[in-house]
């Protein structure tokens, strides 16, 4: 049986708006799916905008927010190296993949929302009938995606992805460019959610999309299932 091989795609942008802190890719969004597949035997690659090292979101450093997956990441020396590594987006081919995977945090909000190479990307994987999962904030990667009639590729498709009532919850809402709720819903997609801060995830053709933190592990075996199904 071939390997399957999953690209996971994270964000290179560092800044919360113009507060001064810091934001990034979320632990817990990496390392749940990362430890997902790699029990699987899945070849995972690495790749963000900029290449190299993806800033860590700090507080999902922040002993509240730990998880058995954050933990075995945060000792898991060949983890933090790939991570360290990450390969430059724009050299990457979805010929190469059988799946795309984004972790959130915040950066994504802002550097994967209009990226050239990431949109094209994810039209790659579409167009070959391969499966596209995002979960939290970075369900904004697809947000400017189009299917080749050119329409938006989310229209009419059950979407996830940060509330915002959860936006709200962690007082970004005036700080983020925008919430991602709004933009989901005009984009003409079936955007749906549960409770604040509840594990959810959807799946609708090729997409699967989950709602918050929370919800990385299901997101990530609902992808397997589609890989091995």
Request: charged share 20%; net charge negative; proline share 5%.
């Amino acid at each position: 049986m071939n390997t399957k091989k999953i690209l996971m795609v994270l964000t290179s942008h560092a800044e919360l708006g113009n507060t001064g802190e810091k934001t990034g890719f979320w632990v817990e969004e990496f390392a749940a799916p990362y430890y997902t597949f790699k029990a699987a035997g899945i070849q995972i690659t690495l790749a963000s905008p900029l290449g190299g090292q993806p800033p860590i979101d700090p507080k999902s450093e922040m002993a509240d927010f730990q998880t058995p997956a954050t933990v075995k990441y945060f000792k898991d020396t060949e983890a933090q190296q790939l991570i360290a590594n990450t390969q430059v987006l724009s050299q990457i081919s979805a010929d190469d993949f059988d799946a795309v995977f984004y972790p959130g945090g915040h950066g994504p909000l802002w550097d994967l929302t209009d990226n050239n190479d990431s949109i094209q990307l994810i039209e790659q994987f579409l167009a070959a009938n391969k499966p596209v999962a995002t979960v939290c904030h970075a369900t904004a990667a697809l947000l400017n995606v189009k299917d080749s009639a050119g329409e938006y590729a989310i229209k009419d498709k059950a979407i996830s992805g940060f509330t915002n009532s959860e936006e709200a919850a962690v007082q970004l809402t005036d700080i983020v460019p925008f919430l991602l709720e709004d933009e989901l819903v005009k984009r003409g997609s079936d955007y749906q959610k549960i409770d604040d801060w509840h594990a959810f995830a959807v799946q609708d053709a090729l997409f699967i999309t989950g709602q918050n933190p929370a919800s990385s592990s299901l997101v990530a075996n609902k992808l397997l299932n589609q890989l091995t199904s």
